[in-house]
C-alpha cells in the first residue's frame, strides 16, 4: 500500500521493514514460512493465513494494466478502451 507508512507514523508505530515486494504471492510465501506480515486485501482460501481487519484507515493502492501491443484482440481493445476512459478514483 503505496501510503501505509502514514498509517504506522500516525499510530506512532515504527516498523522494521526488511523486505518491501510487489508481488503479492511472495508475500504471502514469506508470511505462510512465518517470516512476516503485511496490510493486504483478503485472499480467499489460503492456508496458513490469518487475517485480521483493521477499521478507520483510508488505505488505497494504485492497479496498472498492461496489454500488448499491436493489438490484435478486438475484446483485449474494447476492454482497454473501456479501462482507460473510466476515473477509477473510488
Not at 61 to 67: A, F, P, V
Amino acid at each position: 500500500m503505496a501510503n501505509s507508512p502514514h498509517l504506522f507514523r500516525d499510530a506512532g508505530i515504527a516498523p522494521r521493514v526488511v523486505c518491501l515486494a510487489d508481488n503479492e504471492e511472495w508475500v504471502i510465501a514469506l508470511i505462510q514460512a512465518g517470516l512476516g506480515v503485511s496490510i493486504m486485501p483478503v485472499w480467499e482460501k489460503l492456508a496458513g493465513i490469518v487475517y485480521i481487519p483493521i477499521s478507520d484507515t483510508h488505505l488505497w493502492r494504485t492497479l496498472g494494466l498492461k496489454w500488448r501491443n499491436p493489438q490484435e484482440s478486438e475484446i483485449v481493445e474494447r476492454f482497454r478502451s473501456f479501462a482507460a476512459s473510466h476515473d477509477w478514483q473510488l
